[in-house]
C-alpha cells in the first residue's frame, strides 16, 4: 500500500462499473465490417479503452474506406451500445459494495470515462447509481482521450484533491497508462481472460473484480 493516503477514489466506466466491454467490440466489429474492415472480436481488444472517435480513426488508418465520416460511423458503434445498456444491461460484479465502501470510509467518489455523456446517462439511469458520484468526467469533447491523463486530471480537480490521493481502478492498459501519468495510484482490474499478461504490472495494485477492493482501502 502507498504511504499516500487515499483520499478519492476514481472508477472508469466501461468494463469496470458496467459489463459494457463485449458489446462494444461486438458493436466495433460490426460496424466497422459494414464499411469492409476486416476484424474481428480479437481484434478489437486492441481498442479497448481509446475514445470512440479515436477508435474509428486507428481502423481507418489501417484500412481506408471511401466517404470518410467519423462522427457519422463512432455514432453507429455508440447507438449500439446504447441499446444493449438500455436492454442488457448488468452491474460488474462487486460495484455497489465498492461505491458503499468509499461512500463508508468518507472517500470522494468519481467517473473518469472515454465515453460519451449519453452512454455515461444510459449507464446511470440503467443502474440508478449517480448519486454516489461526486464528479463525472467525460473526454468525448477533450483534445485527447486515454490515454492521455487530462480527463483523470479533470476529475481529480472536480473532486477538490490531488492526483497523488486519488485511486483511479481500470479495467484496460490505455486507461491505467493514463491513470498513471496523472499521478494517480492505481487498481487494474482486467477481464479474466487477460489478467495473466505482465503488463497490468505497471499498476500498483490488480483485483479480480470490485468487491475486493477492501484488499486495497483496508
Given amino acids: 500500500m502507498s504511504s499516500t493516503p487515499i483520499e478519492a477514489v476514481i472508477f472508469d466506466m466501461d468494463g469496470i462499473i458496467i459489463d459494457t466491454e463485449p458489446a462494444w467490440q461486438q458493436a466495433e466489429v460490426a460496424v466497422m465490417n459494414q464499411f469492409g474492415v476486416p476484424i474481428n472480436l480479437v481484434d478489437a481488444e486492441v481498442t479497448t479503452g481509446l475514445r470512440i472517435d479515436a477508435v474509428v480513426n486507428y481502423w481507418y488508418q489501417r484500412h481506408p474506406w471511401p466517404n470518410y465520416d467519423n462522427q457519422h460511423v463512432a455514432q453507429q458503434i455508440i447507438d449500439k451500445v446504447v441499446a444493449f445498456i438500455e436492454n442488457e444491461g448488468e452491474p460488474m460484479r462487486g460495484v455497489v459494495e465498492a461505491l458503499k465502501l468509499c461512500q463508508q470510509k468518507q472517500l470522494k467518489i468519481g467517473l473518469a470515462t472515454s465515453s460519451s455523456s449519453d452512454l455515461i446517462e444510459a449507464v446511470m439511469k440503467k443502474l440508478g447509481i449517480k448519486n454516489y458520484f461526486m464528479a463525472i468526467e467525460s473526454a468525448e469533447n477533450l483534445q485527447y482521450g486515454k490515454p492521455h491523463p487530462e480527463v483523470y486530471l479533470n476529475c481529480a ?62
Fill in 157 to 218: 480537480n472536480a473532486l477538490g484533491i490531488s492526483p497523488a490521493n486519488c485511486l483511479a481502478i481500470e479495467d484496460s492498459f490505455n486507461g491505467l497508462i493514463a491513470a498513471r501519468a496523472a499521478s494517480m495510484q492505481t487498481v487494474a482490474i482486467p477481464a479474466a481472460e487477460l489478467a495473466q499478461q505482465s503488463r497490468w504490472q505497471i499498476g500498483h495494485h490488480q483485483l479480480e473484480h470490485l468487491g475486493l477492493l477492501t484488499e486495497v482501502l483496508g
